[in-house]
């Protein structure tokens, strides 16, 4: 099925992950700490701590990696500096990389060595220090517990690395055949290259590509890759061939290429007909024939259209048709980019989804909500669901035992009823809290049960959680990060504030798109131009322009040096600004598309950034379901779901924060 992506920089990149073969047969766990077998709150209570005793130590040495490519994650083995990451991160051999450490400092690189076909590279922070570096395991073992750690959706200054805590699903077998190490961890794009641990702390895994479907799968370059090929890769040494590279050769488009439209030209129109699977790239051939893909059909249209000057060639025009067998949750968005990107590679053509889900979140740890099962019962008494035009729209927890409810404000446009237990209401907003998206709802019953709100409960980063629902746990999952204010636009740095969107390309800085509301354009600047020094410090790719401009901020007034296509060089002085941002077409095509990429898993809220004070976990709910409370291992209320983010995020209000502005908000009603 057309499910797989990587998961590198901020734009997501639909592929069928490089194949390779697959590793011996590792040995498998059987015990409930390691994830298999019967599981008991005492086993997640073990691997809690385990995870909580680890963590700053995991964490100190992931790094967040800037590179002419975008933007990933990276792990510190060696305490040189020595970094582990993925190939379709850094690109190629001898590339210039921006390094953020995980105490702020931000450091430049070079790419060591490359394996593009095991998606692995290693590369080497310039300045001389001693650096927080984890252990690389022998092997990772079918089963066993894992922690994933990276910066999803790209790095931002006011937040650290992400946890992600999930088990070892696959590793050996047959079923991924090349994928490498399979676990559920909920990884996004700006994940890529971050590590997989163990819960002693040492590597087991690279990410390097995710499916689609939420619940389904993550796939990471195992250790045992990172073994093989180690002094290769010291070495200086690169094999295959770098996955951006593949968009820009003339063929058929692997699978790669509908979401991601950097790097094609309008070469990519003369391709040719499928014939047989001999004539597809070998990845793709692979994994139509392992089954995970299908191409229904392949179809041409030519025509040849007569020259009006005898000097030129006349030119083939093709028309194609795909069509390919997935399974998405949300069909008509997924067909709608598709084909918007394929117009923008040039090529006129048609994309039919065929074989869809039911768009359902998928619940691969449905043992683990078993378990937890008895400590969420009790809180079914205050938890409601909310229904529009007979759809869930959101859940509601009782603040008050004379009808009133707390919910997600943003879902509740126009009428809807309220249901508790087999019991429908009306349901009137009667005060709301626009900063936190809350309403407060008067519904016409008496003698329920109000919700506890645990307001001195201070959960940390690696705890347990669950949403209990009104009648069923809702999801488990984990508290992935500390509590800070989520902005409404995280994507902004300082490349941003020029108004520049560069290429995507190999030991060059070229500009891409200028925005015409931002300072860069009205200094003159041009798309197609090369940048190649900034304030007279010479640039040699995206990552060193990152570098030339670490210290800057909104006012700073900066030297940009051009080359354009008739080789003059041009110097402008620019004042960098954030005052286009909110309406910057690149800033809101980033965010469009990894909304797409996560709601090929399952809905992402209409209303999912910009909130005073929230915590992130990485519990895979439905956007519906966002509104109601979030539990620990304790049976504590701890906070209230405010927003399904992205792929890998939900975020929670925490509950003594929550608890003052329901307070706030009954007050306000009376």
């Known amino acids: 099925m057309l499910k797989y992506l990587i998961t590198r920089g901020i734009f997501p990149v639909l592929a069928a992950a490089s194949m390779f073969g697959l590793a011996p047969e590792p040995p498998q766990s059987d015990t409930p700490k390691n994830g298999a077998g019967h599981l008991s709150i005492q086993d997640l209570q073990s691997v809690q701590a385990d995870t909580k005793r680890v963590l700053d130590r995991i964490t100190s040495a992931t790094v967040s990696i800037r590179s002419g490519y975008g933007s990933g994650s990276g792990a510190i083995i060696r305490e040189d500096g020595l970094i582990l990451t993925a190939a379709h991160v850094v690109g190629v051999p001898d590339e210039q990389l ?12 070079r790419v060591l060595g490359c394996d593009h076909d095991k998606d692995i590279a290693l590369a080497i922070i310039l300045e001389d220090g001693i650096y927080p570096f984890v252990e690389l395991a022998d092997t990772a073992i079918p089963g066993q517990w894992c922690l994933a750690l990276g910066h999803p959706g790209g790095r931002q200054p006011d937040r650290s690395s992400v946890l992600r805590v999930s088990r070892v699903s696959d590793y050996g077998s047959m079923k991924h055949p090349g994928l490498g190490i399979q676990t559920s961890a909920s990884l996004i794009s700006g994940d890529s290259g971050g590590p997989l641990f163990d819960l002693e702390g040492r590597l087991i895994g690279v990410h390097k590509a995710i499916s689609a479907l939420q619940g389904e799968h993550s796939f990471h370059a195992p250790v045992d890759d990172v073994h093989q090929r180690m002094n290769e890769l010291l070495a200086r040494q690169e094999f295959g061939q770098y996955l951006m590279d593949r968009f820009e050769s003339p063929g058929v488009p692997s699978l790669e290429t509908p979401i991601e439209a950097t790097n094609t030209t309008k070469e990519m129109s003369r391709t040719h007909v499928v014939q047989d699977l001999s004539e597809l790239p070998a990845h793709i051939r692979e994994m139509i024939e392992s089954g995970k ?22 030119q083939s025009h093709s028309t194609r048709s795909f069509k390919f067998e997935v399974d998405p949750s949300n069909p008509g968005r997924v ?16 994309v039919q989804i065929m074989g869809l889900g039911d768009g359902s979140t998928n619940k691969p740890d449905q043992d683990l909500i078993e378990v ?8 079914s008494q205050s938890v409601v669901r909310l229904y529009s035009e007979g759809e869930p729209v959101a859940m509601g927890v009782v603040v008050d035992q004379d009808g009133l409810i707390v919910s997600k404000a943003s879902e509740l446009a126009g009428s809807f009823t309220v249901e508790v237990g087999n019991t429908q209401y009306d349901g009137d907003v009667i005060a709301t809290d626009e900063p936190n998206d809350l309403a407060l709802i008067r519904i016409a019953a ?20 669950a949403t209990p629902g009104a009648s069923e746990v809702l999801g488990f999952g984990t508290l992935s990060h500390q509590a800070i204010p989520q902005r409404s636009s995280p994507y902004f740095s300082t490349t941003n504030m020029l108004g520049l969107v560069l290429e995507r390309t190999k030991r060059v800085t070229q500009i891409k798109e200028v925005d015409e509301q931002g300072p860069a354009h009205q200094a003159g600047v041009e798309p197609g131009e090369i940048i190649i020094a900034v304030n007279g410090s010479p640039i040699s790719n995206g990552a060193s322009f990152a570098m030339s401009l670490r210290n ?18 041009i110097h402008s002085k620019i004042r960098m600004s954030d005052d286009h941002l909110e309406s910057s077409d690149a800033g809101q095509r980033t965010r469009e598309i990894l909304r797409v990429v996560s709601e090929m898993a399952s809905p992402v809220s209409d209303r999912s950034r910009d909130f ?11 956007a519906s379901d966002c ?8 049976g504590r209320v701890i906070g209230l779901n405010i927003a399904r983010m992205d792929r890998a995020n939900t975020a929670a209000i925490p509950a003594q924060f929550a608890a003052k502005v329901i307070e706030d908000l009954i007050a306000q009603s009376r």
């Open 612 to 622: 005073p004070l929230v915590f992130l976990h990485d519990t895979p709910i439905n």
């Open 552 to 569: 800057s901020t909104r006012g700073s007034v900066v030297t940009l040096s051009r080359l354009r296509p008739n080789g003059e060089i």
């Open 335 to 350: 067909r709608e980019l598709l084909m918007e990107r394929l117009k923008e590679m040039g090529i006129e053509g048609d």
């Open 98 to 109: 921006m390094i953020t450490l995980a105490d702020g400092r931000v450091l430049s690189a």
């Open 372 to 379: 937890v099962k008895p400590i969420a019962a009790p809180f």
């Open 293 to 314: 893909t299908q191409l229904i059909e392949s179809t041409v249209a030519s025509e040849t259209q007569p020259s009006t000057d005898s000097d030129e060639v006349s």
């Open 446 to 465: 008496k003698n329920l049960t109000p919700i506890q709100w645990d307001e001195a409960a201070t959960p940390s980063v690696g705890s347990f959680v």
């Open 627 to 634: 509104g109601g409370p979030l539990i620990d291992l304790d």
